[in-house]
């Protein structure tokens, strides 16, 4: 029995030695404040019970992830990038979904190929650049491009804008620690507002309804309006310490929308007040942090890049969700990382962690 027992702590040990202990306890109480609001928003156990089930795949994906070499993960990138776009062009043919065919319904569970775009683009970026001159010229500008503009051309077409932009900013932070030249940050930034007024017109009408509601929600307060309203009294009702686990009444009166996906912070904010949303944000913060130090170490520029991207990606989860739930910014659909229900997002996050956990455990092994 003993040397069972001993042969067992050395088969976890074996598993865990290239696992950043603090960035996975940094995760795992991210994900139990998590199971706790399911439980709260959701009202039953079977929706714990899958958010459990999907969280332990999660973290199944970052411990093999975690024990890969980034010399591996580089070579296989192409086809992870063009496997991702395959998997989405099949959405527009068997895609199913409420208001936009995002998932494919593989029979045992539905995936959601954007999702998988959120890793394979700023893989596929960070490769691009790894064999680059850096910093990036605009011939390599122009190629960069291409590799983010067309994913994220197929989702926004879905559509799926939220999903959309996120996969866009994965690809432009790779970019962006690539040692862009700062002119030439400010020269695309003001490109992309003139087009901004272009970009208005391709606009499904419901996207148009959500800014519009945005920029004034009580002109619909009993429609358009109705969700973003419900959300910043949850919020505000919240006060300093909340009303309780389970004790608040915007969610459990049905007055709040998507309480347990895009709107679960809400809920958050208004059981544990203040004080819980400074808790979690700084868990946010700490693990946004511990990831970026890690991508830091990195040696190999792949490496560098595509940690330090999929880092800065997580931390725009957050900012977006948090600003739309609060109405500083306009509903997207982007869910609170780890926090909102939902499998292939909480699938692919954990997965982007075990990258990150590759990048610092092989930091010393091998150079670029």
């Keep these: 029995m003993t040397g069972l027992l001993r042969w067992l702590t050395g088969w976890v040990w074996r598993w865990l030695d290239r696992v950043d202990l603090p960035l996975l306890f940094g995760l795992f109480a991210i994900m139990g404040i998590s199971l706790m609001v399911q439980a709260s928003a959701g009202g039953d156990l079977d929706s714990v019970l899958k958010q459990g089930a999907r969280f332990v795949i999660g973290l199944a994906a970052l411990l093999a992830l975690s024990r890969l070499s980034p010399a591996d993960l580089r ?19 068997f895609g199913s979904g409420r208001s936009a065919n995002l998932w494919l319904n593989l029979g045992v569970f539905y995936l959601q190929p954007g999702e998988l775009l959120k890793l394979s683009v700023p893989m596929m970026v960070a490769w691009f650049l790894h064999q680059a001159v850096l910093p990036p010229g605009w011939r390599t500008l122009a190629i960069t491009a291409a590799i983010i503009g067309f994913p994220v051309a197929l989702t926004v077409l879905q559509p799926d804008l939220g999903t959309g932009l996120l996969v866009g900013a994965s690809g432009v932070f790779a970019v962006f620690l690539a040692g862009i030249a700062w002119w030439r940050i400010a020269l695309f930034a003001g490109l992309g507002l003139s087009a901004l007024p272009v970009g208005w017109q391709f606009l499904m009408p419901y996207q148009r309804d959500r800014i519009l509601t945005f920029l004034d929600p009580e002109s619909d307060p009993l429609g358009a309006g109705w969700n973003i309203i419900q959300s910043k009294i949850a919020i505000g009702s919240g006060g300093m310490t909340g009303k309780g686990w389970g004790q608040g009444t915007q969610a459990h009166l049905d007055f709040l929308p998507e309480h347990t996906t895009d709107f679960v912070f809400s809920v958050y904010s208004e059981e544990f007040g203040w004080m ?55 509903v997207v659909g982007v869910p609170m990382p780890l926090l909102s229900y939902g499998g292939t997002s909480a699938v692919s996050l954990l997965a982007g962690f075990g990258i990150v956990m590759a990048a610092g455990a092989h930091r010393r092994s091998w150079g670029g």
Aim: proline share 3%.
């Design 75 to 93: 070579n296989w990138t192409p086809l992870a990038y063009l496997a991702s776009l395959l998997l989405l062009g099949l959405v527009f043919v």
């Design 276 to 330: 819980g949303v400074v808790l979690l944000l700084g868990l946010y913060l700490f693990v946004v942090g511990r990831a970026l130090w890690l991508a830091a170490q990195a040696r190999d520029t792949y490496a560098r890049l595509l940690a330090g991207a999929l880092a800065l990606t997580f931390s725009v989860y957050v900012i977006v969700n948090g600003g739309m739930v609060a109405g500083l910014l306009p």
